[in-house]
Nanobody
């Protein structure tokens, strides 16, 4: 059974950085596309970024472009989300998800989800 575990969340001041990691186990990691989503209290779940098996990348909102970077390590079965110049609006629970279909923001294509890690940015 495929399992995803996120780590790296925490409390940081505006302008600071955090690096989130998603470890994928129980399957052939190289065959999965992985994405990061986030959900703030009272808001819908938003697509942050996705990375394909090939390494191709796509981002969700324009607000994270230039500040967030997504990468994968097929030897360690991990996908990282480097978040720089964080803003209060980035406060949310960040979840990673995996599938073999694509790496965009369609929730329904993701068969596997982690439990999430909390990111809180103080202004």
């Amino acid at each position: 059974q495929v399992q995803l575990v996120e780590s790296g969340g925490g409390l940081v001041q505006a302008g600071g950085s955090l690096r989130l990691s998603c470890v994928v186990s129980g399957g052939d990691f190289s065959t999965y596309s992985v994405a990061w989503f986030r959900q703030a209290p009272g808001k819908e779940r938003d697509f942050v970024a996705g990375i394909a098996r090939s390494g191709s990348i796509t981002f969700g909102a324009d607000s994270v472009k230039g500040r967030f970077t997504i990468s994968r390590d097929n030897d360690k079965n991990t996908v990282d989300l480097q978040m720089d110049n964080l803003e209060a609006e980035d406060t949310a629970v960040y979840l990673c998800a995996a599938n073999r279909v694509g790496y965009d923001g369609r929730f329904g294509i993701y068969a596997y989800w982690g439990q999430g890690t909390q990111v809180t940015v103080s202004s």
